[in-house]
């Protein structure tokens, strides 16, 4: 079956731009997370959903991070006034359940730029 | 708080070579202990887990890894590399809340023909 999307798979921006990230879900998957993976990193927490709820936001770098999931399905992540620090491999990741620390799959990332 | 140690950064080996990357958390409740792999241009994806039970776990491609939970370790480990092995494994435990996955820094594995 389909795997995690994410699109675009880059994103070239300016300092100070607004830019939004989308993750499609595997279909039926409740749990669904962000994370940044820097380069020589492991990927890094943001956010996870339970259905259409934040459950965690603990891992957002600030308030300039957002993210939304409306109808329990695809989520966007949005980044307001970038800066060249945000670059980085965004990567979504779901789950079939709401057990902690099931397995969790991933897409192929977003790789943004901030110039 | 929770976090993962990789020892190996990179390792380079020749085909037939043994392998072992060493993993090391920082957590003394009940774990879950997970390893992923990415391939060159593909996207991460489980490698193998371990919830419970018999601490050698067997996962996909010949790859094990075994839980000693007296040493916090959960280290990765092939008897036989093959070059399309070459990628990068990140040793994972999900944090305290369970709310996520929490990353080693991950170890780039060559593997020469």
């Known amino acids: 079956g389909a795997g995690v999307s994410q699109t675009p798979s880059n994103k070239v921006t300016e300092k100070g731009k607004y830019v939004e990230l989308r993750c499609d879900p595997i279909?039926?998957?409740?749990?669904l997370y962000w994370y940044r993976q820097s380069l020589g990193q492991g990927p890094e927490f943001l956010i996870y959903?339970?259905?259409?709820?934040?459950?965690?936001d603990s891992g957002l770098p600030n308030d300039r991070f957002f993210a939304v999931r409306p109808e329990g399905s695809v989520s966007t992540l949005k980044i307001q006034r970038t800066e060249r620090g945000d670059s980085a491999v965004y990567l979504c990741?779901?789950?079939?359940?709401?057990?902690?620390?099931?397995?969790?799959?991933f897409g192929p990332g977003t790789r943004l730029t901030v110039l | 708080a929770q976090s993962v140690s990789q020892h190996n950064h990179h390792v380079i080996l020749s085909e037939a070579a043994s392998l072992e990357l060493g993993c090391n958390y920082s957590?003394?409740?009940?774990?879950?202990l997970f390893w992923y792999v990415q391939y060159p241009g593909q996207h991460l994806q489980l490698l193998l887990k371990?919830?419970?039970?018999?601490?050698l776990v067997k996962g996909i491609k010949g790859f094990e890894a075994e839980f000693i939970k007296s040493k916090f370790s959960f280290n990765l480990r092939k008897p036989s590399v093959q070059w399309s092995d070459t990628a990068e494994y990140f040793c994972?435990?999900?944090?305290?809340?369970?709310?996520?996955?929490?990353f080693g820094k991950g170890t780039t594995l060559s593997v020469s023909s």
């Open positions: 990741a779901t789950s079939p359940r709401e057990t902690p620390g099931d397995e969790q799959f």
């Open positions: 959903f339970q259905g259409t709820g934040a459950a965690d």
């Open positions: 994972a435990v999900p944090n305290q809340a369970g709310t996520a996955l929490i």
């Open positions: 371990y919830f419970s039970g018999d601490p």
């Open positions: 279909s039926g998957h409740t749990a």
């Open positions: 957590y003394g409740g009940t774990v879950n």
